[in-house]
């Protein structure tokens, strides 16, 4: 119970972090910390397509799995669609092609958001 509780958490954060890379440009807007974390996450997730690595919390995951002697099949509703959001069954070039596209756009956006905020007389 306690592995596959911990399978499920793995799960859990792994698409959290697949969230903050598509979208934590929104909590880097304000916060300096917030953007290096976030710009250092879009390079590793673009790395990751890449290269063909797998995620730590991949091989945590399937650990904690095989632990809990759980099946491809057995684990609840929530934990299995996660799963299917997260490992998706997608041409390898096209999970590159959104990872860069994501990229793209959130540099983008700090590029604005950097231009804009320079642009602001001082008061």
Not at 77 to 82: E, K, N, V
């Amino acid at each position: 119970m306690a592995y596959e509780l911990a399978a499920d958490l793995t799960a859990l954060a792994h698409f959290a972090f697949i969230l903050f890379v598509i979208f934590g440009a929104l909590l880097g807007r304000r916060k300096r910390v917030w953007r290096y974390l976030h710009l250092a996450s879009m390079v590793y997730g673009v790395m990751i397509e890449v290269f063909y690595w797998y995620c730590p919390l991949t091989y945590l995951e399937q650990y904690l799995r095989e632990k809990a002697g759980a099946g491809s099949f057995e684990e609840g509703f929530i934990t299995h669609y996660l799963n299917e959001i997260i490992y998706i069954n997608a041409p390898q070039w096209s999970l590159i092609l959104a990872a860069v596209v994501v990229l793209v756009i959130n540099v983008g956006l700090y590029v604005y958001w950097f231009r804009q905020a320079k642009d602001q007389p001082i008061q």
